[in-house]
């Protein structure tokens, strides 16, 4: 196996797979994927991509952004987002793939929560991620790497050097000039969540362990309809076009109680339709339910055949059952800092995009779709600084490959209890009562004899609960009670 290389690109993403789509072709890129390539949020994502439909709608896209975003965005960031955003989804698009279209060839648009005017395109209905994934990886000009698991990063005086990973029962280092971290949020850290099994915040626990930043680790995105009684790790998500295109949010009496929480009811933004349910079952003990009613069921199969199947396969028959829903946790927010190239903070030849990265285009609270753009429109960018930048002289740097334990005995039942506490404490409602509870079990359990992994995990989970802590008033995502216990 190669051992050195120009580019190394962890994960194999939207943000990923499109980095190594913007690269020269005559470059030695290496993209390692810690399992196969389809297991990561992309290939999940169901509702679509946020890209303005015209010159006139991006600065509505641009204040649909901010307003989301509760006055947390970078600005130029979110420019860059929606002004590149219509380029880079062209490109895409003359790369062969295809958006849905109506009957006359014209690209359908849908709506989602908190967007001004219909501007999602999406594909095979909604199952946009899983068209989008397979599309990319086709086009994909460089190996791959499945079953890698980046366990650390080589530093040295501030120059990255490359990673060690972790493949085939083996520990060993991999050197490129250049390192691309696309590596996806933290899904795994809670209970509840959506999000691939693989998402599970090593790169953001790596960089902790060196000492580089991450930011707004409190803004933490939880989808107010999700299935949850399954015994599935990643939990069913009911998409946000289902209610931008009518269905209704119902209490077991078939109240849309919503309307008593803020007069957008069902399209109202996420966050405050995750809080309102969560208030709502906590205050009643009632259950919540998405109703469908009003789809039509043949369109309904068409429109989203996904979800039609994978609820049918639970017993669910769709659009006619109601489908008992539950917050859970979605998309992070915070992140990696970096710059508007994606290049890390304090660390030479070190780059992040996608969900990983906090360039602060989504601020306090992302805007439903504008993830799948943000990870093709940054990873262009980072693409062109690279292109620029790698014929910089480097120096060769030897690292040993060394590295403790990655697993312990006694780590399962800690990591459960670490997604049961993050639920609990630094979940969608916050207090600092239980904040600080959660902050002196987690340092506990960082003293205890565990394996790297779970250390990993541990120092991003941290992360969230000392921001969450610092942040005293609630904004965007970050919801945060000023009483005791609740
Ligand atoms: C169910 C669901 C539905 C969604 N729907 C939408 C939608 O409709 N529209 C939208 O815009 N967004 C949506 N999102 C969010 C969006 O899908 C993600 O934010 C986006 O796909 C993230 O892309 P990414 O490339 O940054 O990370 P991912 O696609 O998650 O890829 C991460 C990659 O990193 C790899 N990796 C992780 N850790 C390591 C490691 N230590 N070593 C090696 N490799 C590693 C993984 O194996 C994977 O290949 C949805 C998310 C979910 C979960």
Redesign the pocket.
């Known amino acids: 196996m190669k051992l050195k290389h120009d580019v190394i690109i ?9 980095t190594a789509l913007s690269l020269d072709d005559d470059m030695d890129v290496l993209v ?6 389809w ?12 890209v303005a439909v015209d010159e006139e709608d991006i600065p509505y896209h641009i204040k649909d952004t901010l307003n989301a975003g509760a006055g947390l965005c970078d600005e130029g960031a979110v420019d860059i987002l929606c002004h590149e955003g219509p380029v880079v989804i062209k490109e895409f698009m003359e790369h062969g793939f295809e958006f849905d279209k109506d009957r006359d060839g014209n690209i359908l648009y849908t709506k ?1 929560a908190a967007h001004s005017r219909n501007r ?1 395109v ?1 594909a095979g209905g ?1 199952a ?2 899983r068209y989008i ?1 397979k599309f990319l990886m086709d086009l994909l000009k460089f190996p791959i790497l499945y079953n ?4 650390d990063l080589l530093i040295e005086d501030g120059e990255c050097y490359g ?1 060690r ?1 972790f493949h085939n029962n083996e520990i060993f280092n991999i050197y490129a000039k250049k390192v691309v971290i ?4 933290v ?1 795994s850290v809670y209970e509840y ?4 099994r ?6 953001q626990g ?1 960089c902790v362990s060196h000492d580089i930043p991450l930011r707004d680790m409190e803004m933490m995105q939880f ?1 107010p309809t999700v299935f949850i009684k399954s015994s599935a790790v ?1 939990k ?2 009911l ?3 289902l209610r931008g295109e009518g269905a209704k949010i119902v209490d077991e009496d078939g109240r849309r109680f919503l309307f008593d929480y803020d007069k957008r009811g069902e399209l109202s933004p996420r966050n405050i339709v995750s809080q309102a349910i969560f208030d709502f079952q906590q205050k009643t003990g009632k259950k919540v339910f998405l109703d469908l009613n009003n789809f039509e069921e043949g369109f309904f199969m068409k429109r989203f055949p996904s979800i039609y199947f994978n609820m049918g396969n639970m017993g669910y028959n769709l659009p006619i059952d109601l489908v008992p829903i539950s917050p859970a946790f ?3 927010m915070g992140g990696i800092k970096s710059d508007l190239f994606g290049r890390v903070e304090g660390v030479n030849s070190l780059y992040v ?5 906090n360039t602060r285009v989504h601020g306090a609270n ?1 805007l ?8 093709f429109v940054f ?1 262009k960018r980072v693409a062109l600084d690279i292109k620029l930048t790698l014929k910089e002289h480097k120096k060769s740097v030897e690292f040993d490959e060394v590295e403790p334990s990655l697993i312990k005995p006694s780590d399962k039942d800690l990591k459960n209890e670490l997604r049961d506490l993050m639920w609990r404490s630094a979940g969608i409602i916050r207090n600092v009562n239980n904040l600080q509870k959660a902050l002196i079990r987690v340092e506990e359990m960082l003293k205890l004899p565990i394996g790297k992994l779970l250390r ?1 995990r541990l120092l991003s989970s941290r992360e969230i609960i000392k921001s969450a802590l610092a942040r005293k008033e609630s904004l965007g995502a970050h919801y945060i009670l000023k009483g005791d216990d609740i």
């Open positions: 962890i994960g194999a993403g939207v943000a990923g797979l499109h390692l994927s810690k399992d196969y390539a297991e990561c949020n992309t290939f999940y994502a169901q509702g679509g991509v946020a989602e999602i999406h909604d946009t991620g994934h890698t698991q980046v366990t990673v990973v696309a590596s996806g949020g899904g969540h959506t999000n691939a693989t998402i599970s915040s090593d790169m790596i989808h990643r069913q998500l998409s946000e076009s979605h998309y992070a995009v996608g969900e990983a990265a992302r439903a779709s504008n993830s799948l753009l943000e990870g990873s990993l």
